[in-house]
């Protein structure tokens, strides 16, 4: 279908993703001089009074930053903007921006609710005061019987009536494109204690042998396995884990670690039961609005809570360690982060294992890759298989990534751009082994980040294997080594915000960014 969009000149260094943010176009004095007041209420009149001061001086002098985006640009977006007939959307994975036709992405939104298994329709009355009594009186019943600290108390106790809301976002992955369901229950009734719940089981979890903390793990882990004949790389991958995952019965795991746990009682006053009891609470408020209707998740766990990913982990944990006990031919390794699983087994049992796991639980069902030219990507890692029967390890990249990173004239902090070079230079460094492989790596960022519009001086300050250490002082504790006294959040604004920031350190005030919205773009 053709969509109705602008076509614009693009400018130096276009392609400028999600993350880009504008220049202002003018300075926010009120912003600036209402967050200097909040600091100042905590600092002695004399040094309050010298500070407003010197934030006068800067403010008079202040001019909005060079613009970063052309006028052409500017009316494009606009435009999109104000286009009821489409979307605009993050991709699901990588950096890309997405642009649907709206009919499409109803009817998709639609399809994906349409699913009698997962979603069922409640009508248009909505049930967050009725649900919003029930977890108050709970909460008040729990702090009665003195099992909550009054601080965890305020913060979890529920306020706001906001209603948990659907989007999808679109898997530019899959073809044909489909659509990765999104409810987004941030300052909903369970929001806070979903999160405070997932602090307490969160040290409970990732501890066993099979678990891979992130990509950097997964190098460690593999590259102790050295391989026999016959041995081949596989990955499983769990079907749509979250909405699989079977609420009451994790809900019993968690209960279950908790009572096995020493440092429980010295980690939160509320008993094992009480946990269960919120647990349960807030896996079964899974209600969410899209369009006028609201709409309940019937099986599984919430895309977008806090607790989700925790509660999926723990499950999965107790899952493999019984399907693993109990298979025919255990593999030589196995690796899971959250539903991906990189394995090493003998291609004789790879069809065994993988029927084997498959049998396991109705709900949890896996999809299978294969090794391919002695190659398997996983995470962000290419697993590659050498003569010598080791793993060596590459830095992978799917098919949909677009090398699209901040670009140097987005209306960001310097150091957080060189802290993109720094991060992609350490993956290469830390994921790498290879000396060849690495310098090839890095080659390819320094394309990608020129393409950004990254200067060279700012690709060798981010290369970690060239930047020296250097004794940094802790900017959060000011230049006087000390507590800071108070602190002020402010809009960032190119040349202004380093000078107030020299400024408010110098009276021991920690001062903090915060950024507008990119393109102010609904992501």
């Not at 605009?88 to 921006?97: E, S, T």
């Not at 049998?359 to 290419?382: A, N, W, Y």
């Not at 793993?391 to 310097?414: A, C, F, G, M």
């Not at 290469?428 to 080659?443: M, N, P, S, W």
């Amino acid at each position: 279908m053709a969509l109705n969009i602008p076509i614009v000149t693009p400018s130096p260094g276009s392609k400028s993703g999600r993350d880009f943010a504008v220049t202002p176009d003018t300075i926010p004095v009120k912003e600036i001089v209402t967050a200097t007041e909040v600091a100042c209420q905590k600092l002695d009149q004399e040094e309050a009074s010298l500070l407003r001061n010197e934030v006068v001086g800067i403010l008079q002098n202040a001019k909005p930053p060079k613009p970063n985006l052309t006028k052409e640009e500017k009316r494009a977006i606009k435009s999109l903007k104000g286009n009821k007939d489409i979307v605009i959307l993050p991709a699901d994975k990588g950096k890309a921006v997405v642009v649907m036709d709206r009919t499409e992405y109803v009817a998709q939104c639609e399809k994906l609710l349409d699913d009698k298994n997962t979603y069922k329709v409640i009508g248009p009355t909505n049930p967050t005061k009725k649900l919003k009594g029930r977890l108050q009186r709970k909460l008040r019943e729990i702090k009665k019987a003195g099992h909550l600290d009054p601080k965890v108390y305020d913060k979890i106790y529920p306020t706001s009536d906001a209603t948990p809301r659907f989007y999808a976002t679109p898997k530019i992955h899959k073809d044909p494109l489909r659509l990765r369901p999104i409810v987004s229950g941030i300052n909903s009734i369970t929001y806070h204690l979903a999160r405070h719940l997932a602090d307490l089981l969160k040290p409970l979890v990732g501890q066993t042998a099979e678990h891979i903390n992130n990509s950097k793990d997964l190098v460690t882990k593999i590259q102790q396995v050295k391989l026999e004949d016959g041995d081949v790389l596989t990955s499983f991958d769990v079907t749509a884990l979250f909405t699989s995952v079977p609420g009451k019965e994790v809900v019993q795991m968690a209960v279950k670690r908790a009572e096995e746990d020493p440092s429980w009682k010295s980690r939160t006053l509320l008993t094992p039961e009480e946990f269960g009891d919120l647990l349960l609470l807030v896996v079964s408020t899974t209600y969410f609005q899209y369009n006028s209707m609201i709409y309940e998740q019937t099986y599984g766990m919430a895309m977008g809570s806090p607790l989700s990913p925790v509660l999926a982990n723990l499950f999965m944990e107790e899952f493999e360690r019984k399907a693993l006990d109990t298979a025919p031919h255990r593999p030589k390794f196995w690796g899971r982060y959250v539903d991906d699983t990189g394995i090493v087994n003998q291609q004789a049992h790879e069809q065994e294992l993988f029927e084997h796991i498959n049998q396991q639980h109705d709900s949890i069902k896996f999809t299978m890759e294969r090794e391919q030219d002695g190659r398997l990507p996983m995470l962000d890692v290419m697993l590659i298989k050498n003569q010598d029967r080791t793993i060596t390890t590459d830095v992978y990249r799917k098919e949909t990534h677009t090398d699209h990173y901040l670009q140097w004239s987005s209306n960001h902090p310097v150091q957080q751009k060189l802290g993109i070079v720094k991060t992609l230079m350490h993956r290469a460094d830390t994921l790498i082994q290879d000396r060849t492989l690495r310098e090839v790596e890095k080659g390819k960022v320094r394309n990608a980040l020129r393409h950004c519009g990254y200067p060279d001086w700012a690709l060798r300050e981010g290369d970690t294997r060239k930047t020296q250490q250097r004794n940094h002082k802790d900017t959060q504790r000011g230049d006087r080594g000390q507590t800071p006294s108070s602190f002020a959040v402010l809009p960032y604004i190119k040349g202004t915000t380093e000078r107030l920031k020299r400024v408010f350190a110098k009276h021991n005030v920690s001062l903090f960014q915060n950024q507008a919205t990119p393109y102010g773009m609904p992501w």
